[in-house]
C-alpha cells in the first residue's frame, strides 16, 4: 500500500456522479408516491408511539433492556 491514495480516473468520477444521481432520483420518486398514496387516503400514517427507551444512561453507566 502507498503512503498517499492514487487520485481516481474521470471515469471513476463520472460512474459516482451518475450513481448518485440515479439514486437521488429513484428517493425523489419512492417520496412522491408515498406522499401522494397517503394524500389520497390509501394509506394512513401511522402515529408516533411513545414508549418505553431501548436504553438509558447517567454518566458512563448505561443499562439497557435485555
Known amino acids: 500500500m502507498t503512503a ?3 487520485p481516481r480516473s474521470a471515469f471513476r ?10 439514486f ?3 428517493a425523489f ?3 412522491k408516491a408515498v406522499l401522494r ?3 389520497r387516503g390509501r394509506v394512513k400514517p ?12 447517567s454518566g458512563s453507566d448505561v443499562s439497557g433492556q435485555v
Open 4 to 6: 498517499s491514495a492514487r
Open 13 to 22: 468520477r463520472f460512474e459516482r456522479w451518475l450513481v448518485g444521481l440515479v
Open 24 to 26: 437521488a432520483v429513484m
Open 29 to 31: 420518486v419512492v417520496e
Open 37 to 39: 398514496s397517503i394524500r
Open 46 to 57: 401511522r402515529p408516533a408511539e411513545l414508549g418505553e427507551p431501548l436504553a438509558t444512561s
